[in-house]
């Protein structure tokens, strides 16, 4: 009988070391997959009016964030959101060329994402866990991310030879250090209400990138099929 259990011994250290490398080799396959982002090749049109759907609908979900911050908030929200605040992404895009302009809602999604995560870390020491704020804060940074990879695809599509630079382009802004709570009530205000006039810009920006660059586009294959 002992025998028989030395001989199960060894099968049983095999057996669990090759399902500890299946384990390994599966983390590092997700890992790599979400290192980088997989851009699907799709038409100049579609692939904008898809960016332009899902900026309208983050916009639309910001007006209502930012309504239920200044109710979470209490009476004072009003004036939270009318305070200056240093190191908040200005909502502004830049650039003078498609390329220029389209780098920069990039750099300003990744640029708000760290701000609104923030603000998520701020108001759960503030609200209750079952708080509809923490539940559409949560919302707009993933939806935000998911925005930041679709214009990154069409960033690379569109402009194969120029690369995105690893810091924004309109500068980084750091979070803020500890705050109190006042502090942090005005800084969430703050946050959300220039992520809101952000989007906004996003949409007219996004309409004006489609007629330009897709009709540039399409007006280049063209005269290409004439030789």
């Given at each position: ?51 332009l ?20 908030q ?8 009318q ?17 220029e ?17 923030r ?14 704020l ?42 803020p250090?500890?705050q ?15 992520f ?21 586009r ?10």
């Amino acid at each position: 009988m002992s025998g028989h259990v030395k001989n199960m011994c060894p099968q049983l250290s095999i057996s669990q070391a090759a399902r500890t490398l299946l384990s390994l080799l599966l983390v590092a396959a997700i890992d790599s997959v979400s290192a980088g982002v997989v851009c699907r090749k799709q038409p100049c049109g579609s692939s904008l009016q898809r960016s332009l759907k899902l900026t309208k609908l983050i916009h639309k979900e910001s007006v209502d964030l930012l309504k239920t911050y200044k109710v979470s908030q209490g009476d004072m929200s009003e004036l939270f959101c009318q305070m200056s605040i240093n190191n908040v992404p200005d909502p502004n895009i830049s650039g003078l060329d498609p390329s220029e302009r389209m780098l920069s809602i990039y750099s300003h999604c990744k640029a708000f994402l760290p701000h609104l995560k923030r603000v998520t870390e701020q108001q759960t020491d503030l609200q209750p866990p079952s708080s509809a704020l923490l539940s559409k804060l949560s919302t707009a940074q993933n939806r935000t991310n998911g925005l930041a990879n679709q214009i990154n695809c069409i960033y690379q599509t569109f402009f194969p030879n120029l690369p995105i630079p690893p810091e924004p382009v309109d500068g980084p802004t750091s979070v803020p250090p500890s705050q109190n709570v006042f502090q942090q009530k005005v800084y969430g205000c703050v946050v959300l209400k220039r992520f809101k006039e952000f989007l906004s810009r996003v949409t007219r920006e996004l309409r004006t990138l489609k007629s330009q660059v897709c009709t540039r586009r399409t007006s280049f294959a063209d005269t290409n099929a004439l030789f």
